[in-house]
């Protein structure tokens, strides 16, 4: 993230939410934010959760079998962003998490 | 019998929460769990719907078939449904969405056709009318920022959208104020049936003042400890559970071995 010398009242704000699948992974959010004007306003904001074990059952219980539930989850979770794409984007997104998603639950 | 459970015992992490529980359900019938907090109630709820954290023994036969041979889900489509105590949130997945794929993989086991967006919403309008939920909950997702009222209520519109064979309500009535409670209530009335059987966990006579159980079972250390007609839970209500968790105090194994 980069405000340059001439931008003056600039605003900015970084969300680094992550999504842990399996209890094999981890996540490191790095923000570089670099100012050159003194009356920006920079925030930045990280979170850290997982496929909570409840989410899953809830959604067996629901009739759901545990891999459709995770992609469930999982796509509820990136909606925010894939809402904000333009339509072609959101389409590959969607279609790239599902196929990433195969056999990582169970 | 829909439901049949002999010598039922559960533990987590080597605490044995269930201690050999006994009870025979049969279609139609309602029939209320009531019992002093730790005794066992959710814990029973929670197994009978195939939570995976407990060590289970024992016989839960479900239509004469194992239930507890069966995953999560299997017993979700074969009918067996679960009103959370603590409903979860799942951020991002509208709830209207949510309840159609629920539905969709329960008709695909009857043997039904999906149905699609259109017809669902017929359905789901008029089913949200007995838990006078309003139609703006359908767009919001899956139980986030819903008050501990309107999560309750999507519960009982799930169930009446699902339509099982065996519901377990779990403390459906705690934390709902006295209008919440009647539309509750009066929402789980119309769901009664004699394909229907319900098992009521509560602790409070008041939801059952709405919802008249044919059997009530009164809970203590793991196992039913005393059986009978709603007045059971009239005289509940007056006198409490410090007689019947003394019963189960005096029925424990341990204490009948060490008589002479």
Redesign the interface.
């Known amino acids: 993230m980069n405000i340059l010398k001439t931008a003056t009242g600039a605003r900015n704000h970084t969300q680094c939410d992550s999504l842990l699948l399996g209890s094999q992974c981890g996540a490191h959010t790095f923000p570089y934010i670099e100012v050159m004007n003194p009356t920006a306003q920079v925030e930045h904001e990280a979170s850290t959760s997982t496929i909570?074990?409840?989410?899953l059952?809830?959604?067996?219980?629901?009739?759901?079998?545990?891999e459709?539930a995770a992609s469930?989850?999982v796509?509820?979770?990136?909606?925010?962003v894939f809402k904000e794409l333009p339509m072609e984007f959101a389409v590959e997104a969607q279609k790239l998490l599902s196929v990433s998603l195969e056999g990582c639950v169970g | 019998m829909m439901l049949q459970i002999r010598n039922l015992r559960a533990s987590v992490g080597g605490k044995e929460i269930l201690r050999g529980l006994d009870l025979d359900v049969r279609a139609g019938e309602v029939h209320a769990i009531m019992g002093p907090n730790g005794s066992g109630k959710s814990t029973l709820a929670q197994v009978l719907a195939g939570r995976e954290t407990y060590d289970v023994t024992g016989e839960v036969l479900y239509e004469g078939r194992n239930l507890l041979a069966m995953s999560p889900e299997q017993r979700a489509v074969e009918g067996v449904f679960l009103a959370f105590q603590y409903p979860v949130e799942i951020p991002g997945v509208g709830n209207l969405y949510f309840l159609r794929t629920a539905l969709n993989m329960v008709r695909k086991q009857r043997g039904l056709e999906e149905l699609d967006a259109m017809d669902f919403l017929a359905l789901a309008k008029e089913r949200m009318k007995l838990v006078e939920m309003d139609q703006s909950f359908m767009n919001r997702s899956v139980n986030e920022g819903f008050s501990g009222g309107e999560k309750k209520r999507n519960e009982i519109l799930q169930m009446a959208v699902l339509e099982p064979k065996l519901a377990i309500l779990d403390e459906t009535d705690s934390g709902l104020d006295i209008d919440a409670l009647r539309v509750v209530a009066s929402g789980v009335n119309a769901l009664r049936s004699k394909e229907r059987a319900l098992l009521v966990i509560t602790h409070y006579q008041r939801l059952l003042d709405y919802l008249v159980p044919d059997r009530v079972h009164v809970i203590a250390n793991g196992r039913i400890v005393r059986s009978g007609d709603k007045n059971l839970a009239l005289e509940l209500e007056k006198y409490g559970y410090t007689d019947v968790e003394q019963d189960a105090a005096g029925a424990t194994p341990s204490a009948v071995g060490a008589m002479p």
């Open positions: 909570g074990e409840d989410q059952f809830y959604c067996r219980q629901r009739a759901i079998p545990v459709d469930m989850i796509n509820g979770f990136c909606r925010e």
